[in-house]
């Protein structure tokens, strides 16, 4: 356990840490820049909707390592490289999420909202949104776990972060730093799933809250 | 320049000879031993997670906490769990390790939907079954089970698709299949390898969620008749 400790110690480890948490955040902050205006561009044309679920379905389908090595031929080795691959696999979950939950806001909640008279803006910021928000943030709240989990393999395309502890400890044979890393990876991972299920939850229009526990 | 030069370096973007060459000797091994260390995974997970999301259909206290913890599994990031699990005695690199952290990852989504089809099992059916004297086991095979199967083939789809992405990651610790591929690509330079892995297991994963849709669809005749 002290050894595991120790490699926290290391001069290089803030540093790896801190090249995951970027490589993390500026990744979901660009899916998220492109994923929600697209939802939004789509979300009163049924075919617009069906072509981006689609399209994010066939997204999730491929295997994320295999994203991050065809960036490799492309873009080669690096930092910029590991960004725009991990942006390409964080936009999926949350184009689907974000269609979704828009579309599926109730036609008679809708309705009863136009004949109390709110102007269509009004529907979509008032109504729509506030009820599609919760599937939203659970969209936004997979990609950045999965991001965290591949921003792993970004080591495999140079891209450093905390992967590169977990190839050092299997090529070195060396358990202290093998466990270091994929135990600050797994806390990295599953703090993600807290923060962005608790934002789901704040998130959560009070309302909806009520309804449910009805339920 | 940037593009032009790396392109160069790396070859072209497929070579097919290397395809036709290498097809029968190391594609198609490749292949069936990623769908063997999915099928098994999925089938080891699912014998599990049976016995498991029964009981916590009958004991709903019991499911929070199951929940909680494969839910913690669910998340812990693949190659993380990988360095874990080879660092156990008995484990050790090699296609068990992957197999192990593949059930792990099963657990969740077949724990939550065997409860969720055993909840949607209407009560006056099972009242029914009763009484005409059926015991709870009758009741439990031959009414809730075969009512709760298109909800739990819907976990083992999402499970399946899931894990076959997840298992070409497994390469990197000895777990074979198409992700080694992928890995020796990466190591060569050689852009041709990395494609055929990555559109294989794409493939795989695609063939696989559409295949099991189909098994849903058809053990839910009542859902088809609704529509049509």
Redesign the interface.
């Known amino acids: 356990m002290g050894e595991i400790l120790d490699v926290t110690q290391r001069p290089n480890f803030p540093e790896l840490l801190w090249t995951h948490v970027v490589l993390c955040v500026v990744s979901l902050l660009i899916a998220i820049a492109i994923a929600i205006p697209l939802a939004l561009a789509v979300r009163d044309t049924p075919l617009g909707a069906t072509i981006a679920i689609n399209i994010g379905n066939?997204g999730?389908?491929?295997?994320?390592?295999?994203?991050l090595?065809?960036a490799?031929?492309?873009?080669?080795y690096g930092f910029a490289p590991s960004l725009l691959a991990l942006t390409l696999l964080a936009i999926p979950p949350i184009l689907i999420n974000a269609s979704t939950g828009l579309r599926e806001v109730s036609r008679e909640v809708m309705d009863a909202a136009r004949g109390m008279g709110l102007s269509e803006t009004q529907i979509f910021s008032r109504i729509q949104l506030p009820i599609a928000m919760p599937v939203i943030f659970a969209g936004i709240r997979t990609s950045a776990?999965q991001v965290?989990?591949?921003a792993?393999?970004a080591t495999?395309?140079g891209g450093g972060a905390l992967?590169e502890l977990?190839v050092e400890?299997?090529q070195r044979d060396d358990?202290a730093v093998?466990?270091a890393?994929?135990?600050t990876?797994?806390l990295l991972?599953?703090a993600a799933?807290l923060i962005f299920g608790g934002l789901e939850r704040a998130f959560t229009p009070k309302g909806l809250h009520l309804a449910r526990k009805k339920k | 320049m940037g593009r032009m030069h790396l392109l160069q370096t790396y070859g072209p973007l497929i070579e097919w000879d290397w395809i036709s060459e290498n097809f029968v000797e190391d594609i198609l091994p490749a292949l069936q031993g990623h769908i063997f260390l999915s099928a098994a995974s999925v089938a080891i997970a699912l014998a599990i997670s049976l016995p498991l999301g029964i009981f916590a259909a009958r004991y709903p206290t019991a499911y929070a906490p199951v929940t909680f913890v494969t839910g913690l599994l669910y998340t812990i990031p693949s190659l993380a769990m990988f360095g874990i699990l080879i660092t156990v005695p008995g484990i050790g690199i090699g296609p068990r390790a992957v197999i192990v952290a593949l059930v792990a990852y099963s657990l969740l989504v077949l724990i939550r939907n065997v409860v969720a089809g055993l909840d949607a099992v209407p009560p006056e059916t099972v009242d029914a079954a009763r009484g005409m004297g059926l015991t709870s086991r009758q009741i439990l095979f031959s009414v809730e089970l075969p009512l709760a199967l298109p909800v739990i083939v819907a976990g083992i789809r999402i499970a399946t698709v899931t894990i076959i992405g997840i298992a070409t990651i497994g390469a990197y610790i000895a777990g074979g299949g198409l992700g080694k591929m992928i890995f020796d690509g990466i190591n060569r330079g050689f852009p041709t390898m990395i494609i055929t892995g990555a559109v294989l297991a794409t493939a795989l994963a695609i063939v696989a969620d559409v295949s099991l849709l189909a098994v849903e669809r058809r053990l839910r005749p009542w859902a088809r008749t609704r529509r049509a």
């Open positions: 066939v999730r389908a491929v295997p994320s390592i295999a994203i090595a065809l490799l031929p492309f873009l080669g776990v965290v989990a591949s792993t393999l495999f395309i992967g977990i400890g299997l358990t093998l466990l890393g994929s135990f990876i797994a991972a599953i799933e």
